[in-house]
């Protein structure tokens, strides 16, 4: 029996925190396995690596780093991360929905930061957020992206900048 405003509150704070215990329980083995993918995408080790993802109904954008000490690589993304994504980004409750992800693997484990639609500006395009991150990420070191011949290119900040001076296609 409900007697007061009081008793309100505890019921529905005790149910909040089912539904997030359920929710979380839901998403770690998904948080896992895109740890595990990601090592296979940068051959093993995981450790130093950091996915940038951004998702919406029936599309995800991963950016794949891997800080290796002396330089930084991009991965290509496969269909299994973005699978997995996607399987991430779905299990969410519409009112609950990300659009971006932060996912770093230090000391094996992984930690994941997600942005709301709110949080960002709907007038930038998702490669100006990756270019953001990766810039608080990296700073000004260079970092070798691939290329759609299968090479690698060295690129920085400034080759980023969007003024159609590097070449890239």
Known sequence: IITSMEDIFSKFSATRRKVNEMVNV?????????????????DGDPNGSYLYAEAEQGFQAPTLF???GDHIICYRPNIELCD????LWEMEPDD??????????EDNRFNA???FPDELN?????DDRVERAVAE???ERPITYPKPDGTYQTLTLDDLSGDG?????
Request: charged share 30%; hydrophobic share 40%.
């Open 122 to 126: 709907p007038d930038e395009w998702v």
């Open 66 to 68: 891997k800080d290796h």
């Open 96 to 105: 609950k929905k990300w659009q971006a992800m932060r996912y770093e693997v």
């Open 137 to 139: 990420r990296y700073g």
């Open 84 to 87: 997995a994504i996607e399987k």
């Open 113 to 115: 930061r997600f942005e």
């Open 26 to 42: 839901a998403i770690g083995p998904i948080l896992e396995e895109i740890g595990q993918i990601i090592a296979g995408l940068v």
């Open 165 to 169: 001076e590097t070449g890239l296609t």
